[in-house]
């Protein structure tokens, strides 16, 4: 599986922005987005299950972004709004190891990652 993530850059404080994750290989993965800013370890965003019926959110993100997938263009997106200056990293996407997996928090679940994607919070 190979991952590409894209969508990210330059946004002021209280803007929104959609990353995406595009997939190589059949979407039956639950798709993972971390993030990880300088001097920080990753730390996770939000998760989808392979069909797109479950969802699992940071607590930082609840509320306020929303994990999607478009198995047809075999794409996930994490949409996300009133970005604030925390927010600023490098945005991952990751693909578990299992078909048909469900969603999960813990990085070693996840076997594939994409590249990453800057996002960049300006005040």
């Known amino acids: 599986v190979q991952l590409q993530a894209c969508g990210g850059g330059l946004v002021q404080a209280g803007g929104s922005l959609r990353l995406s994750c595009a997939a190589s290989?059949?979407?039956?993965?639950?798709i993972g987005w971390f993030r990880q800013a300088p001097g920080r370890e990753r730390e996770f965003v939000a998760s989808?299950?392979?069909?797109?019926?479950?969802?699992l959110y940071a607590d930082s993100m609840r509320g306020r972004s929303t994990i999607s997938r478009d198995n047809a263009r075999n794409t996930v997106y994490l949409q996300i709004n009133s970005l604030n200056r925390e927010d600023t990293a490098v945005y991952y996407c990751?693909?578990?190891?299992?078909?048909?997996?469900?969603?999960?928090?813990?990085?070693?679940?996840?076997?594939?990652w994409g590249q990453g994607t800057q996002v960049t919070v300006s005040s």
């Open positions: 290989g059949p979407p039956n993965y639950a």
């Open positions: 990751a693909s578990r190891r299992t078909t048909f997996s469900l969603t999960s928090r813990t990085p070693h679940d996840y076997a594939y």
């Open positions: 989808i299950s392979w069909n797109g019926v479950s969802t």
